[in-house]
């Protein structure tokens, strides 16, 4: 029975939770960066919570809650312009900026301007979270402008 009760408490450390961040460096800065932070319960669970932290150092940084979202859900970045940044989770959109930091929102509709180029995505390879740029050179997405820096 010895081995029974060792499992038991054992256990709960074994299926702790998943908390894996990814950063999309802008401009190639670290101090310059959009970071996806996906926190799962347990490994088991089909859902997943989501924030973001928009940072431009030394200048500001802050974290903003996205929400629950599938495990495996992809999250793309646009960039329409002007330290503004397009986050789209499915059929989900959120705002959010790089001047300020504090700058976020989640958006009923595309803007009237549109979204901009895609910059890339947050997704799961190989059962972690990572960055995948936009080739360069690809098309922008439909409705996009491009980016004022």
């Known amino acids: 029975m010895f081995p029974s009760r060792l499992l038991l408490v054992l256990l709960p450390a074994l299926v702790a939770c998943s908390d894996q961040r990814a950063a999309?460096?802008?401009?190639?800065?670290r101090q310059h960066a959009l970071t996806l932070i996906r926190v799962q319960t347990l490994p088991w669970d089909k859902t997943a919570g989501y924030s973001i932290v928009a940072a431009r150092?030394?200048?500001?940084?802050?974290?903003?809650?996205?929400?629950?979202?599938g495990a495996d859900s992809r999250v793309e970045v646009f960039a329409p312009?002007?330290?503004?940044?397009?986050?789209?989770?499915?059929?989900?959109?959120?705002?959010?900026?790089?001047?300020?930091?504090?700058?976020?929102?989640r958006l009923e509709a595309e803007p009237e301007?549109?979204?901009g180029p895609l910059q890339g995505s947050f997704q799961m390879?190989?059962?972690?979270?990572?960055?995948?740029?936009?080739?360069?050179?690809?098309?922008?997405?439909?409705?996009?402008?491009?980016?004022?820096?």
């Open 81 to 105: 312009g002007n330290g503004a940044w397009i986050l789209k989770q499915g059929k989900r959109m959120y705002v959010v900026e790089t001047r300020t930091c504090e700058g976020f929102a």
């Open 113 to 115: 301007a549109g979204i």
């Open 57 to 69: 150092m030394p200048d500001c940084q802050r974290r903003h809650e996205i929400g629950a979202g």
């Open 24 to 29: 999309f460096e802008i401009d190639g800065s």
């Open 125 to 149: 390879r190989s059962g972690t979270l990572a960055w995948v740029a936009e080739p360069a050179g690809e098309p922008a997405a439909a409705g996009g402008v491009p980016a004022e820096r």
